[in-house]
């Protein structure tokens, strides 16, 4: 039997021993909250990495993240030291050095939409290296585009000289008759891959085919770094070629004993030579050295046409002749009319592709000529848009370019198919 009064004094005894579970409890709760708060050491705050930078090495432009086509221009500064020289690497290959400021170097990218990667290496006085990357990304969007960078290279002159100091901003490129905006500019030395299409029919027979030979090395001889060109002979057939090449004297390998001979066909060699550009980057050249009467082709000046303005080439002529187109050549094909007219046609196409004419008087001014021809590529300008209307339609885009001041007389391709 329990005593009066002792269960109230349990149920306090139970109630004050609760509250002090209680009180315990929150007491090692606070505990471990403070020690979760309490401040950790800061850790050591590192450099940031700047995009394009490396120990005062910086690529200026282009930008990284930005996407890229066609011939690009990579500035870079050097920093406080100045290096001995600066290699330019792009996508894991050596494009070029430079060993003197402005550290700057041209690069062609192509025009395929791939993610690009740009490398310098700057070599210091005491051997030191310095480097600095940057990746430029290709388009990415939900359908995959086919960007069709539009390049055209242009040359400029004032009463025939060469004018080599124009701005950006001094040129206006018309496209179907709307202004364009202009995305890439560059001027001097683009690469180019040159293919040098040499008549070596009866006419050549002895000095005149050995002048022409003479020529086409001394353009090599002239090319720069990235630059290359491929030699072919022609008569009624391709007589001799090359591979494209950086080697002047590999362009005459393997001629000993070469002899002129037989008739010429121009047209299907000119079609033959537009092709084997067909998959190469950058600016395309073809260097005709020939009297252009064409006796042989199967294929008509129209129909070279038609690869001619896809193919985007310069096309020039060097014409053994100073005679005027109306000829007095028949053959087993076509009729004095007809020749006339398709010596008139070779030479409209030259001029729609951008190049030109140069008429020589003897075959020992082929040097000179091509020499001329160097020159002129070097001193053009390469303006690049996307055009506002491109559909893939087929339909011919007419292109207009203008300049300021108007006394400048500006020469480029006339258009192009959107395929």
């Known amino acids: 039997m329990t005593p009066p009064g002792s269960a109230p004094n349990a149920r306090k005894l139970a109630a004050a021993i609760c509250a002090l579970f209680i009180l315990l409890a929150i007491l090692l709760l606070q505990t471990r909250l403070a020690a979760q ?8 705050l590192q450099a940031p990495i700047l995009a394009g930078s490396a120990a005062g090495l910086t690529i200026v432009s282009p930008p990284p993240g930005m996407p890229a086509f066609g011939a690009i221009e990579v500035v870079v500064d ?27 170097y041209t690069i062609d990218t192509g025009e395929d939409n791939i993610e690009r990667r740009l490398r310098v290496v700057a070599t210091d006085p005491g051997g030191q290296k310095r480097e600095a990357e940057i990746f430029l990304p290709s388009v990415r969007v939900d359908d995959q585009l086919d960007l069709p960078l539009q390049q055209l290279y242009i040359t400029a002159t004032r009463e025939g000289q060469p004018v080599t100091d124009l701005k950006r901003k ?5 496209d179907l ?9 560059e001027h001097g030395d683009i690469p180019l891959t040159a293919v040098l299409l040499i008549d070596s029919s009866l006419s050549m027979v002895g000095p005149p085919l050995r002048a022409a030979l003479a ?9 720069a770094e990235l630059d290359e060109a491929m030699l072919l002979l022609f008569s009624d057939r391709a007589v001799h070629s090359t591979p494209f090449t950086v080697d002047p004297d590999e362009l005459l390998a393997g001629l000993d004993g070469t002899e002129a001979g037989g008739g010429s066909a121009v047209n299907d060699h000119l079609f033959l030579a537009l092709q084997m550009l067909e998959k190469r980057q950058g600016r395309r050249v073809v260097i005709l050295l020939s009297d252009g009467v064409d006796v042989e082709s199967l294929l008509t000046a129209s129909q070279v046409n038609e690869i001619a303005v896809r193919s985007q080439a310069l096309i020039y002529w060097i014409r ?5 187109f109306d000829l007095l050549q028949r053959s087993a094909w076509r009729n004095v009319v007809e020749h006339s007219a398709e010596i008139r046609q070779l030479a409209a196409i030259v001029d729609a592709s951008g190049g030109r ?8 001014d082929a040097e000179g000529a091509f020499q001329k021809i160097l020159t002129e590529l070097r001193q053009q300008y390469v303006v690049g848009y996307y055009p506002k209307r491109s559909r893939h339609d087929g339909v011919w885009h007419p292109i207009r370019i ?8 500006l020469r480029a391709r006339d258009g192009y198919y959107d395929d």
């Open 215 to 223: 020529g086409a090395h001394s353009f090599a001889a002239g090319m």
């Open 320 to 324: 053994a002749s100073s005679e005027p």
């Open 177 to 185: 008759e709307r202004r364009q905006e202009i995305v890439t500019f």
């Open 402 to 409: 203008d300049v300021e001041p108007k006394s400048v007389t």
């Open 37 to 44: 708060s309490v401040p950790r050491p800061p850790a050591p």
């Open 357 to 364: 004419r140069i008429d020589i008087l003897r075959y020992e």
């Open 78 to 104: 050097a920093g406080a030291t100045v290096p001995r020289k600066i290699e330019f690497w792009f996508n894991g290959i050596k494009a070029g050095e430079v060993t003197r400021a402005p550290w700057l």
């Open 170 to 174: 001094q040129f206006a490129v018309f």
